[in-house]
């Protein structure tokens, strides 16, 4: 096949434990919004609502490498970058009308991720009735640790997902607060979209999420999962 331009690079994360080596190849990101009570409640709502979902770009993906400390660009147009830290899960094997009963297989592996949002220009968007595209999809906006598999991944309702900025502790819950669970997202979202293999789920935030600025370092866990870190950079002008 020939193509009229150069056809773009395809979007990756790589992968540690079992399968070491290999990248997983990002198809769509998928984003589940307000998974955890108190952060529904500190963005003003109940937290009793049907799970909602929204959408990044593959390559909007910043590839991380465990051990090291990444660097994200501040992004234009903001003063207010706020950190949303995820349990990702990335999808091996596609569907439509999954059940929840079934969805755990469907599961490759996971990941931690940021789902980083420029809350002043979301928050506009909210009250204009306007799309989050600008807020949440922009360049680098997901930054995202190795994955590993589902089988080398010891995760249960116990697990504790936390951030740290600067070493001081801003996000601290475990995955069993997640209202929906990763087999009740993949229900969810498989009625909506065909799921395919190289999907990526984003599956939602606990309480806790704030601004950061230049100069500052996130560091991101989830048990069992891994760690990520990032230094906020300057965008070149
Ligand atoms: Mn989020």
Redesign the pocket.
């Known amino acids: 096949m020939s193509f009229v331009i150069a056809p773009p690079a395809t979007p990756s994360v790589p992968v540690q434990g079992g399968a070491a080596g290999a990248q997983f190849p990002v198809h769509r990101i998928y ?3 307000r998974n955890y009570v108190e952060h529904a409640i500190e963005m003003g709502h109940s937290g009793r609502e049907a799970p909602f979902f929204f959408m990044k770009p593959a390559d909007a993906v910043l590839p991380i490498a465990e051990g090291t400390v990444g660097q994200m660009h501040y992004p234009s147009q903001t003063a207010s970058l706020h950190h ?1 830290t ?1 349990l990702v899960v990335a999808i091996g094997k596609g569907g439509r009308n999954i059940a929840a009963a079934d969805a755990m297989g469907h599961v490759w592996g996971y990941a931690v991720g940021l ?1 980083m ?1 420029r809350r002043d220009l979301q928050n506009d968007a909210k009250k204009l009735g306007r799309p989050w595209d600008i807020a949440k999809g922009f360049d680098e906006s997901a930054p995202i640790g190795p994955l590993r598999r589902a089988e080398d991944c010891a995760i249960d309702a116990g697990s504790k997902i936390t951030l740290t900025v600067n070493g001081a502790p801003r996000q601290g819950s475990t995955l069993g607060k997640l209202i929906w669970s990763v087999a009740e997202i993949i229900e969810h979202i498989s009625k909506a979209w065909e799921l395919a293999p190289g999907d990526l789920i ?1 599956s ?2 606990p309480e806790g999420v704030a601004a950061v600025v230049v100069g500052d370092t996130l560091a991101a866990s989830i048990d069992g999962v891994g760690t990520l870190e990032v230094k906020m950079v300057a965008l070149p002008s």
């Open positions: 984003c589940v919004g949303e995820e789902d949002t984003f939602g935030t």
